[in-house]
């Protein structure tokens, strides 16, 4: 812990120093743009909206204590994180680039509601005068269930078994990130921003350039074939790698190099069709490649018939890789600044959202599929080893001829070399000039850009979660999980 606050003094330290315009005291006298925000009785609120954000300002009859009150808190730094993304994504709501300069703003009190420390305090001080129940987003996130009971039991709602099952599952975070009743991306009055290089469809972020919500919408529907191969990965977890593979694997064109297709046009995107092929008409087994979450896939993926094969990786090199992956491709809005990064990754507010919840749901549905898993760390370890698996599995034989130059060819440095695999000549890629779409293909690179204080700020959103998931991850020098 004294590591952590010696490394996050530091960091805000030099920060500070290294700013040009003004002092950090100079800053902490501005006050917010009234554009965004006006100031009453102390409290910050929207121009053109209004919350209740103090108990001071509240109606007088809610103290008549039988009203009922609840009140969510949740840990201040989580809501400091989710406040700075929020702040991007409200068009009504200053946007603030730097993260730093957003937690000096929200410590200092001058953000919409003002002093999470006041508004929690004042409430919890004046608990007497209410009929209040108080709870936290950490209770909900660990007993759901047993909350709605206590909300139930607090506001004097009996419900039945079955309709305490359908309030729990509606009630979870997945379900309401996709239902627009409940994710607020339909609410009237254009207060949400949504033009800003992606779209936000059922949970998932996707390129607006390349996909509609209309054509994700209709992957539901696509045609399944039996012969079929799909496979999937949350980006930057070894997709183009293992796209080659397979290419080599059912092509003999590609392994003695007579042919000169794309792996692109081999294994295609499911999603993103950037060459507009027509994958109705393709000649059986049509291989597929796609970074969709398990419940926007084709139904029939669930007919046990079509291969699928799911590759993942350490989550802090995808992190990594992810970052370097942002300044390469170009977009709309790519972060300057890796800690930047790294909050908007643990957040899920990048492209295809959450790595956590695509890990899971993938492996918590396994039993829908006929699926194969595979990591990026088993694949470094032993190449020869994996391309024997994915075979097997896929039920093709292939013979010692056939299998070295499948093994040689896939390995990361041949494959960077390749015209065929490494994406830098394909049309449809927006790739910024003279930078490789492939960069290290290496284990363990996380070590090389993530300080101490961010690594324990990663391991500390993600590793307890991930404790029941099968993928064996070194998470530092001397432990693995």
């Not at 094969?309 to 995808?318: F, H, L, M």
């Amino acid at each position: 812990m004294l590591r952590w606050k010696k490394g996050f003094c530091t960091c805000v330290s030099d920060y500070w120093d290294s700013r040009k315009a003004s002092s950090r005291e100079d800053y902490l006298r501005m006050e917010p743009s009234e554009k965004y925000l006006f100031k009453y009785k102390g409290i910050y609120f929207y121009p053109d909206y209004l919350h209740i954000p103090n108990q001071e300002l509240c109606p007088r009859g809610l103290k008549n204590r039988r009203l009922k009150v609840i009140y969510v808190s949740r840990n201040p730094k989580d809501v400091l994180v989710s406040f700075f993304h929020f702040s991007k994504t409200v068009i009504t709501l200053e946007e603030i680039p730097d993260f730093n300069i957003f937690m000096e703003r929200f410590l200092a009190g001058k953000v919409h509601s003002s002093s999470w420390l006041d508004h929690v305090r004042g409430w919890y001080d004046h608990r007497d005068e209410f009929s209040i129940f108080f709870l936290t987003y950490e209770e909900m996130i660990k007993d759901l269930r047993g909350v709605v009971l206590r909300i139930c039991d607090f506001l004097g709602k009996e419900l039945s078994e079955d309709d305490l099952d359908a309030v729990v599952k509606k009630a979870t975070f997945e379900n309401m990130k996709k239902d627009p009743r409940a994710n607020y991306e339909t609410m009237p009055g254009d207060l949400l921003e949504k033009d800003k290089g992606h779209f936000l469809r059922k949970g998932i972020y996707f390129y607006t350039d390349y996909v509609t919500p209309e054509s994700i919408d209709s992957l539901e529907e696509f045609e399944i074939r039996d012969s079929d191969v799909f496979l999937i990965t949350y980006p930057k977890s070894g997709t183009v790698w293992t796209q080659n593979i397979l290419s080599l694997i059912f092509h003999e064109g590609h392994r003695d190099e007579t042919e000169d297709i794309h792996v692109i046009d081999r294994v295609p995107w499911l999603e993103y069709n950037l060459n507009k092929l027509d994958y109705a008409n393709r000649p059986s087994p049509r291989l597929f490649t796609t970074h969709l979450p398990y419940y926007l896939v084709p139904r029939g993926l669930k007919n046990k018939r079509v291969k699928v094969i799911y590759v993942a990786r350490n989550p802090k090199d995808v992190l990594v890789s992810y970052f370097h992956f942002s300044k390469t491709v170009i977009t709309p809005d790519n972060p300057p600044d890796f800690s930047i990064f790294m909050e908007r990754f643990l957040a899920g507010e990048v492209l295809s959202s959450s790595w956590l919840d695509h890990v899971r749901g993938w492996y918590d549905h396994r039993d829908d599929f006929n699926i194969l898993f595979l990591t990026y760390e088993e694949m470094k370890k032993d190449l020869r080893g994996a391309v024997l698996r994915i075979c097997n599995f896929l039920g093709k034989e292939l013979s010692e001829d056939d299998l070295d130059p499948v093994v040689k060819k896939a390995t990361f440095e041949n494959m960077k070399k390749d015209p065929r695999a490494n994406y830098e000549t394909r049309p449809g890629v927006p790739l910024e000039e003279k930078k490789c779409f492939l960069r290290k293909g290496t284990v363990g690179d996380w070590k090389n850009t993530m300080t101490v204080a961010q690594n324990e700020r990663f391991e500390e959103v993600l590793k307890e979660k991930m404790k029941d998931l099968p993928f064996n991850y070194i998470w530092d020098n001397e432990e693995a999980i």
